[in-house]
């Protein structure tokens, strides 16, 4: 490509083109964060309602650990993805916006669990439904706006259930709109590489 | 009749205009992506990139990946406001 002077026939394709070449390199790697915490929280909620149906421990709570070794997971993965991407798009930006302002809405219910009668499971739900329905519109992804959807639906049922259950809701909601949802974005994203 | 407004000529370039179609649809692009991207030398690249961050049209950070050197390079308002000029402009001559 040169500096010569163009004609407005020219011009129009060129930027055409262009805006094409930048499309091709949209958001990618975004099953992966669906997928580490799909599988951890539900696991954890199911284990924290076994431990507590089943009186196994006088701790189930302990479970929730594993949400540390994924958070940092999380942060490698996203540094290495940074590092490796030669171009951002507006979408990953808004992506890990998304998730971070999610991020900080649970950190501030789980500060204050007390004062929400301990129900924060079910208020974590609708949270992660409302990161997980935008995630879906800005990727259009349907399933992904399904499992928002499903996440919703698992959190008025978690409300309407005793503290324990909740964990059972929780699992059953984090399959539905996360897992679920995190394979099928998987299969997509092989089959545009 | 609204007279014809002459475009921008910084934008008028093969390169220049490349880059600034590139840039409007990303966050940020790496110098190496708009080589690659608009297969131009990396030397006309420079040149081209310190006239657009000149007129302000874009941002350049210079930051390091390990050892090695990294441009960023991301379009500005003023950037945005000169492209959507420019196609205006370029619309009222193929109308």
Redesign the interface.
């Given at each position: 490509m040169s500096n010569k002077e163009l004609t407005t026939d020219e011009s129009l394709d060129l930027i055409t083109n262009m805006i094409g070449q930048a499309k091709r390199n949209l958001a990618r790697g975004g099953s992966f964060y669906f997928l580490l915490w799909g599988w951890v929280v539900m696991l954890a909620n199911l284990g924290h309602y076994l431990i507590d149906k089943y009186d196994w421990y006088e701790h189930p709570y302990i479970v929730w650990a594993a949400t540390i070794p994924a958070g940092i997971a999380s942060m490698i993965y996203g540094a290495r993805h940074d590092r490796k991407a030669a171009v951002r798009s507006h979408l990953d930006r808004l992506y890990g916006l998304i998730w971070m302002a999610v991020f900080i809405g649970v950190l501030i219910i789980l500060f204050f669990m007390a004062d929400v009668s301990y129900n924060v499971n079910a208020i974590i739900l609708t949270f992660a439904g409302i990161g997980t329905f935008i995630s879906g519109c800005a990727l259009r992804f349907n399933p992904l706006i399904l499992g928002g959807i499903a996440l919703w639906i698992s959190s008025i049922i978690a409300f309407n259930l005793d503290l324990t259950d909740q964990y059972l809701a929780g699992a059953i909601g984090i399959l539905a709109g996360y897992l679920i949802p995190g394979y099928l974005l998987k299969r997509v994203e092989r089959e545009r590489i | 009749m609204s007279a014809f407004k002459n475009?921008d000529p910084l934008l008028?370039?093969?390169?220049?205009?490349?880059v600034m179609?590139?840039l409007?649809?990303?966050?940020?692009?790496?110098f190496?992506?708009i080589k690659?991207?608009?297969?131009?030398t990396a030397g006309?690249l420079s040149v081209?990139l310190d006239k657009l961050s000149t007129a302000g049209y874009i941002s350049v950070a210079k930051t390091f990946?390990g050892k090695k050197p990294l441009t960023t390079c991301s379009i500005t308002r003023v950037g945005i406001k000169a492209f959507e000029e420019y196609?205006n402009t370029?619309k009222q001559?193929?109308e």
């Open positions: - | 475009l008028h370039s093969q390169l220049r205009l490349a179609s590139l409007i649809g990303v966050d940020s692009a790496e190496v992506f690659e991207k608009t297969g131009a006309n081209q990946k196609v370029l001559y193929i």
